[in-house]
């Protein structure tokens, strides 16, 4: 099974796809170039920030809860004014946000990193009812931020270290409960784990930075097959479409030759692929 090129604008480091159940609409971010992306009614779209911006998720169907190096901000997809909510790491010039999602219960969880991934620079944190708490600290590159569509366990992963936790969570309210186990540990395979999201069966769907593929692991951390894409950096994958049976993976041009760009004409671009199973639609942000 391999991915298409659904967008053919290129991204120095694509990330963050979220498809928006209401609108039926992808967007997904260029975090070097500081852009968000869309296709609407059939026209591509986009915006440029001030600042990188790396994640999202959907408030309501004109709005969008938005992360960047500094903050989490609101951002009205109509008129396009951004207004800030909270602070993130605004006070460290080395670090910017990058992998984050919503969670069952309206909670927000974003990762930050060094923006030359210095070692143990960055942090996992969740913001919930208006408090931004730090969950993980001393993380390389956070990633795979998503969450079991039991709402027993959120997933996350440092890059650098090729290890995927996963983390129970509290029925109640979703606050962590206990400790995190390791859920996969790909450094015997020379794999690295990038974003990732759960499917409906509470199978894990990882892309895997420099392997040119999304793999899908069972609940129990088995491997179970992977979809490949013509493009070595996959970064991210969501499910959207109706049925929720399409997966769109955003990829990157970001530590490539330039012979590798010219074998590789299609990194860098949104690319999807059909599924026989299905996704969760994202949860909404309560703010």
Same mark, same amino acid.
């Given at each position: 099974?391999?991915?298409?090129? =659904?967008?053919?604008?290129?991204?120095?480091?694509?990330?963050?796809?979220?498809?928006?159940?209401?609108?039926?609409?992808?967007?997904?971010?260029?975090?070097?170039?500081?852009?968000?992306?869309?296709?609407?009614? &059939?026209?591509?779209?986009?915006?440029?920030?001030? %600042?990188?911006?790396?994640?999202?998720?959907?408030?309501?169907?004109?709005?969008?809860?938005?992360?960047?190096?500094?903050?989490?901000?609101?951002?009205?997809?109509?008129?396009?004014?951004?207004?800030?909510?909270?602070?993130? %790491?605004?006070?460290?010039?080395?670090?910017?946000? #990058?992998? @984050?999602?919503?969670?069952?219960?309206? $909670?927000?969880?974003? $990762?930050?990193?060094?923006?030359?991934?210095? !070692? @143990?620079?960055?942090?996992? =944190?969740?913001?919930?009812? @208006? %408090?931004?708490?730090?969950?993980?600290?001393?993380?390389?590159?956070?990633?795979?931020?998503?969450?079991?569509?039991?709402?027993?366990? !959120?997933?996350?992963?440092?890059?650098?270290?090729?290890?995927?936790?996963?983390?129970?969570?509290?029925?109640?309210? $979703?606050?962590?409960?206990?400790?995190?186990?390791?859920?996969?540990?790909?450094?015997?395979?020379?794999? =690295?784990?990038?974003?990732?999201?759960?499917?409906?069966?509470? #199978?894990?769907? #990882?892309?895997?930075?420099?392997?040119?593929?999304?793999?899908? =692991?069972?609940?129990?951390?088995?491997?179970?097959?992977?979809?490949?894409?013509?493009?070595?950096?996959?970064?991210? *994958?969501?499910?959207? &479409?109706? #049925?929720?049976?399409?997966?769109?993976?955003?990829? !990157?041009?970001? @530590?490539?030759?330039?012979?590798?760009?010219?074998?590789? *004409?299609?990194?860098?671009?949104?690319?999807?692929?059909?599924?026989?199973?299905?996704?969760?639609? %994202?949860?909404?942000?309560?703010?």
């Amino acid at each position: 099974m391999s991915a298409n090129v =659904y967008d053919n604008r290129d991204c120095f480091l694509g990330e963050g796809p979220l498809w928006h159940p209401e609108r039926g609409q992808l967007f997904w971010f260029d975090i070097i170039n500081c852009t968000l992306m869309t296709v609407e009614n &059939g026209e591509q779209k986009q915006w440029t920030f001030d %600042e990188k911006v790396s994640a999202a998720g959907w408030v309501d169907r004109d709005t969008l809860l938005i992360a960047s190096e500094t903050s989490l901000s609101r951002f009205d997809l109509i008129s396009g004014e951004r207004r800030k909510i909270c602070d993130l %790491e605004a006070d460290n010039p080395v670090t910017r946000s #990058n992998d @984050g999602r919503a969670d069952p219960w309206g $909670g927000f969880w974003i $990762g930050t990193m060094g923006k030359s991934a210095e !070692a @143990g620079a960055g942090s996992i =944190y969740r913001f919930y009812k @208006g %408090e931004l708490r730090r969950l993980v600290p001393n993380v390389t590159i956070s990633n795979a931020i998503c969450f079991s569509p039991d709402r027993r366990f !959120a997933y996350f992963a440092d890059t650098d270290r090729q290890i995927v936790w996963r983390q129970p969570l509290a029925d109640s309210d $979703g606050w962590p409960v206990g400790e995190a186990e390791v859920f996969l540990d790909l450094s015997n395979e020379g794999l =690295y784990p990038d974003g990732a999201v759960v499917d409906s069966q509470g #199978n894990f769907w #990882n892309a895997q930075w420099g392997a040119s593929r999304v793999a899908c =692991y069972a609940p129990d951390g088995s491997f179970l097959r992977a979809i490949e894409a013509p493009a070595a950096h996959t970064s991210c *994958p969501a499910f959207g &479409g109706e #049925n929720f049976n399409q997966l769109f993976v955003t990829t !990157a041009q970001q @530590g490539l030759s330039n012979e590798d760009l010219v074998s590789q *004409p299609s990194a860098g671009k949104v690319h999807v692929a059909s599924c026989d199973m299905s996704g969760q639609a %994202e949860h909404r942000v309560i703010l």
